[in-house]
């Protein structure tokens, strides 16, 4: 016998069956009981949730031999017939191949014919957005005055591609995607009738990778059963198929760039590329996992997964703060805007997760929630403080955002007025930049504006020359540049020792004769930047800029290099241990 896909062979037959949807089926079925079916419906919604199914379930409620009915015997011969599609009332048009205006003219001159056996001719057109404008307009006329015994249903998962002259004369139902509890639902009835055995996360893997949609869920159902060589299918053996990234992995990952150790995250994403994984997968699966994260911190998960019981999920949602998730979304949607055009997507991809391991912002973003949850405490208190005297809340005055900020960042111990913070030994120092400035070239800056330029396009997979190119040259003199970027995080990354020798050596492949260079913040910059205009004249060129503290660490040259590179000896030690190949860009 020949092998039926799962999707066909489980595909419903009767009103009764079908899973979801629930609001469209009661219409119709109403529809049916009191005779006012209409002669077109246009049925919308995404691929998979059962626009074509319920096209032809409506089909045989009218045709079926004791109906029409509310629900098709689907044993009589109509009935039968319709599903084999052997009845000749039932005509399925599948627009994408049959598109031309001729296909629809055929059509129009079979509508005026009676229909032979059933009650009504139905013709279901499916992705009927595929039409072409001639056989639109072909179309049109028939739906314009359609002889009674006719019913259009037009299926399309893209309606606004529709002629709006067509969307007048139809009407419409939204399908809607599939709930996860609703794709499993349906999975454990098809996994118990053909036998099959599946762990609890394969078979949540399985629905959540469908996204919504029931014939991919099946499809991909299928396909794991022919990939697994096992007695009982696994979640590894899904993941394997479906393209997926583990929550498991993408947990190890966020939790690493949450600790703010970009290494760990860069290398643990390697492991998951190695696996065959590509890029802009990592990247949606990894939107979808913060969104879940979100929606679980706001008690607003729909669906129950067994992710949403995994402690480690129910940790992280617990320890990340909800603007560091809308800041790493927006970097992860940034990534994948700029990355498209891109065959460099990996480096894009690294990039990101750098980003996100920035650990100052990480910090930031959790002490603002820690004030939040505060304000919220203290507010709490002094209501329920205030309720038993009856005095007004709202006269006790809470201290602002900002005081509490000042309050959680300065030591106990700290004096009553706030001192700038104090210039350390260990930052940029003010005369460097100055030294720059005042002996900067107009020429050179041109000539390495030329060459920053090939950077990007010739350096587009190291991480670190696009953190560089990222940022802007703003003065150049004989040797020396200074760059600025837009946070302090990426100006001490570059200014790193190991760092310092990468970009120092692409310079030298372009001749570009540089030795040093300095990175600013953006906000040092603008200031400096004033300070420097405020003084500069043609009288006096050389400029002595006021002292003020510049954040960005110097360079710490040997001595601390041998002791990374002792622990990187280390840990490449242990990593071969584990068989995992250390990453090199
Ligand atoms: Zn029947």
């Not at 919604?45 to 409620?61: D, E, F, N, V, W």
């Not at 900020?405 to 940029?428: F, G, H, R, S, Y």
């Not at 390495?448 to 696009?466: D, H, K, M, R, T």
Request: charged share 25%; with cysteine; net charge negative.
């Amino acid at each position: 016998m020949a092998y039926v896909a799962l999707y066909r062979a489980y595909r419903p037959q009767k009103f009764c069956d079908v899973v979801g949807q629930q609001h469209i089926i009661k219409t119709l079925q109403n529809a049916i009981k009191l005779n006012k079916v209409a002669h077109a419906y246009l049925f919308c919604g995404p691929r998979g949730t059962g626009k074509t199914t319920l096209a032809k379930i409506m089909a045989k409620a009218l045709n079926c031999e004791h109906g029409p009915a509310i629900e098709p015997c689907d044993t009589c011969s109509i009935c039968q017939g319709i599903q084999k599609g052997t009845v000749a009332d039932v005509v399925e048009i599948d627009a994408a191949s049959n598109n031309g205006a001729d296909d629809i003219r055929a059509l129009r001159d079979s509508v005026k014919y009676m229909p032979s056996i059933g009650k009504y001719k139905v013709y279901i057109i499916d992705e009927v957005h595929m039409l072409s404008n001639a056989a639109f307009n072909a179309l049109l006329k028939t739906l314009e005055e359609p002889p009674k015994h006719v019913i259009f249903i037009l299926a399309t998962t893209e309606p606004y591609k529709l002629p709006s002259t067509i969307l007048s004369r139809c009407q419409r139902f939204d399908f809607e995607s599939l709930s996860i509890e609703n794709i499993l639902k349906r999975l454990k009835i098809v996994a118990a009738e053909e036998g099959i055995r599946l762990t609890d996360e394969a078979l949540n893997q399985i629905a959540s990778s469908a996204e919504g949609g029931m014939r991919d869920a099946l499809s991909l159902f299928d396909q794991t059963i022919s990939f697994s060589i096992h007695d009982e299918i696994t979640l590894e053996d899904v993941l394997a198929v479906s393209g997926n990234v583990s929550y498991k992995e993408l947990l190890q990952v966020a939790s690493a760039c949450l600790d703010g150790d970009g290494t760990k995250a860069l290398k643990l994403t390697d492991q998951i590329l190695k696996q065959g994984k590509e890029v802009p997968r990592i990247i949606n699966d990894t939107i979808l996992f913060l969104r879940d994260i979100l929606l679980f911190k706001n008690n607003a998960i729909l669906d129950d997964r067994l992710e949403f019981h995994n402690q480690d999920f129910i940790d992280f949602s617990k320890r990340i703060a909800t603007t560091i998730i809308y800041e790493w979304l927006n970097h992860l949607n940034e990534t994948n805007n700029t990355m498209r055009f891109s065959n460099q997507k990996r480096a894009y991809l690294e990039l990101a997760i750098l980003k996100m391991s920035d650990s100052k912002m990480n910090e930031e973003a959790n002490l603002l929630e820690r004030i939040e949850q505060l304000e919220h405490t203290i507010h709490m208190l002094s209501m329920t403080k205030a309720n038993p005297v009856k005095s007004n809340p709202m006269d006790i005055a809470l201290p602002s955002k900002e005081e509490l900020l000042q309050i959680q960042k300065e030591p106990v111990m700290a004096e009553p007025i706030p001192e700038p913070a104090k210039i350390t030994d260990n930052e940029v120092q003010i005369e460097e930049i100055e030294e720059i400035l005042n002996s900067a070239s107009k020429s050179r800056k041109a000539r390495l504006q030329a060459i920053w330029n090939q950077i990007a396009s010739e350096y587009s997979g190291v991480f670190i020359a696009q953190i560089l190119v990222a940022g802007e040259i703003v003065a150049v003199n004989e040797n020396k540049f200074i760059v600025v970027l837009n946070d302090l995080g990426f100006c001490n990354r570059l200014m790193r020792y190991e760092n310092y020798q990468k970009i120092i050596e692409i310079f030298d492949n372009f001749n570009a004769n540089i030795t040093d260079y300095i990175c600013l913040p953006k906000a040092i910059w603008n200031k400096i930047r004033t300070d420097y205009r405020a003084k500069y004249s043609q009288e006096n060129p050389k400029v002595k800029l006021e002292k003020i503290k510049i954040g960005v660490l110097k360079r710490k040259e040997p001595e601390h290099i041998e002791a990374v590179d002792e622990t990187l000896e280390k840990l490449k030690e242990l990593i071969d241990n584990e068989k995992i190949e250390i990453m090199e860009d």
